[in-house]
């Protein structure tokens, strides 16, 4: 066996695991595969890699002095995979990611046939959920990355900033609210409110705005938690509240007249959208081209 690119992948990842269980998960390998191929590097190098004890398995001193090189190598091998993704357009594979329900309706539609245009062999496979949800499956190994509405702190994940946005008051056309120029927080708190439910990004951006400012958005009347923009925006356009969404998942309703779009004195709920990953794992080339895709194209073009 020579040295490659893939015994060294395994043996940081068991290494950071400090577990072939866990790392066999993390590689979507089999444990056994794990310890041949790590049996086969100890064999390939000449000395032993790790100590095995029946609780845990820690470095040698080879394996402690191979550690730095090995980091060094995958970290190479991404930031070369993302510099040149861009320059191709005959990447294959699928594309397995989670989206939260506003990037998934109102904004990815838009990047996807861009994206599509210029890698026309990658097929996207996504699954809809809310921020919470997609942490919990990136985590788990069961999706590759995700495009979350809220900024994620977790020692495993890498978390970038992509898409700026801003959430707005929505209103029914007829709502006493629409035709007012000025309108203040105290004004506001007078209505019924229907919001996304908790755990999702657009939530999350709301409260956190609200404590900053010093206003108790636990005052707030919610006649209505909807696990949808969609069913939120329908609810509005029915009389049945008042809300907080991103003026860019409204835009078809205002040009119908159906809703208005309003701002609040005091507060300004800005918020980007953020894509995340395990920071410990090579991204498969489809996911390095997408991710190099966002961070490379003037998305405003198309949103």
Same mark, same amino acid.
């Given at each position: 066996?020579?040295?490659?690119?893939?015994?060294?992948?395994?043996?940081?990842?068991?290494?950071?695991?400090?577990?072939?269980?866990?790392?066999?998960?993390?590689?979507?390998?089999?444990?056994?595969?794990?310890?041949?191929?790590?049996?086969?590097?100890?064999?390939?190098?000449?000395?032993?890699?790790?100590? #095995?004890?029946?609780?845990?398995?820690?470095?040698?001193?080879?394996?402690?002095?191979?550690?730095?090189?090995?980091?060094?190598?995958?970290?190479?091998?991404?930031?070369?995979?993302?510099?040149?993704?861009?320059?191709?357009?005959?990447?294959?594979?699928?594309?397995?990611?989670?989206?939260?329900?506003?990037?998934?309706?109102?904004?990815?539609? #838009?990047?996807?046939?861009?994206?599509?245009?210029?890698?026309?062999?990658?097929?996207?496979?996504?699954?809809?959920?809310?921020?919470?949800?997609?942490?919990?499956?990136?985590?788990?190994?069961?999706?590759?990355?995700?495009?979350?509405?809220?900024?994620?702190?977790?020692?495993?994940?890498?978390?970038?900033?992509?898409?700026?946005?801003?959430?707005?008051?929505?209103?029914?056309?007829?709502?006493?609210?629409?035709?007012?120029?000025?309108?203040?927080?105290?004004?506001?708190?007078?209505?019924?409110?229907?919001? #996304?439910?908790?755990?999702?990004?657009?939530? #999350?951006?709301?409260?956190?705005?609200?404590?900053?400012?010093?206003?108790?958005?636990?005052?707030?009347?919610?006649?209505?938690?909807?696990?949808?923009?969609?069913?939120?925006?329908?609810?509005?356009?029915?009389?049945?509240?008042?809300?907080?969404?991103?003026?860019?998942?409204?835009?078809?309703?205002?040009?119908?007249?159906?809703?208005?779009?309003?701002?609040?004195?005091?507060?300004?709920?800005?918020?980007?959208?953020?894509?995340?990953?395990?920071?410990?794992?090579?991204?498969?080339?489809?996911?390095?081209?997408?991710?190099?895709?966002?961070?490379?194209?003037?998305?405003?073009?198309?949103?």
């Amino acid at each position: 066996m020579a040295l490659t690119l893939h015994g060294l992948h395994i043996f940081y990842t068991v290494a950071e695991k400090s577990s072939f269980s866990h790392a066999a998960t993390a590689l979507h390998m089999t444990q056994p595969a794990v310890t041949m191929q790590i049996q086969s590097l100890e064999e390939y190098l000449g000395v032993k890699l790790f100590m #095995r004890s029946t609780k845990k398995i820690e470095l040698t001193e080879a394996g402690r002095a191979l550690f730095p090189y090995a980091k060094r190598s995958i970290e190479l091998i991404r930031d070369t995979e993302a510099a040149l993704a861009r320059y191709t357009t005959m990447v294959e594979g699928r594309l397995q990611l989670g989206a939260s329900l506003t990037m998934a309706e109102h904004i990815l539609p #838009r990047l996807l046939g861009p994206f599509s245009q210029s890698y026309p062999n990658i097929s996207v496979s996504m699954k809809v959920m809310n921020t919470s949800q997609i942490v919990d499956e990136v985590i788990a190994h069961h999706l590759t990355f995700g495009l979350v509405e809220a900024p994620v702190f977790h020692e495993d994940l890498h978390s970038e900033a992509i898409l700026n946005d801003e959430l707005k008051l929505i209103v029914p056309a007829s709502h006493p609210l629409a035709g007012e120029e000025a309108i203040t927080w105290d004004m506001v708190i007078q209505y019924g409110f229907v919001l #996304r439910e908790q755990g999702s990004g657009t939530r #999350r951006v709301m409260e956190e705005e609200l404590a900053h400012r010093g206003l108790d958005y636990t005052a707030m009347k919610i006649v209505m938690e909807l696990g949808s923009t969609g069913a939120i925006k329908s609810a509005v356009e029915a009389g049945l509240g008042i809300s907080i969404l991103s003026e860019s998942a409204v835009k078809h309703e205002v040009a119908l007249g159906l809703l208005k779009v309003k701002t609040i004195e005091e507060v300004k709920f800005l918020r980007n959208f953020y894509a995340i990953c395990l920071n410990k794992t090579l991204l498969p080339l489809s996911a390095v081209s997408f991710m190099g895709f966002l961070r490379n194209e003037n998305l405003s073009q198309w949103l």
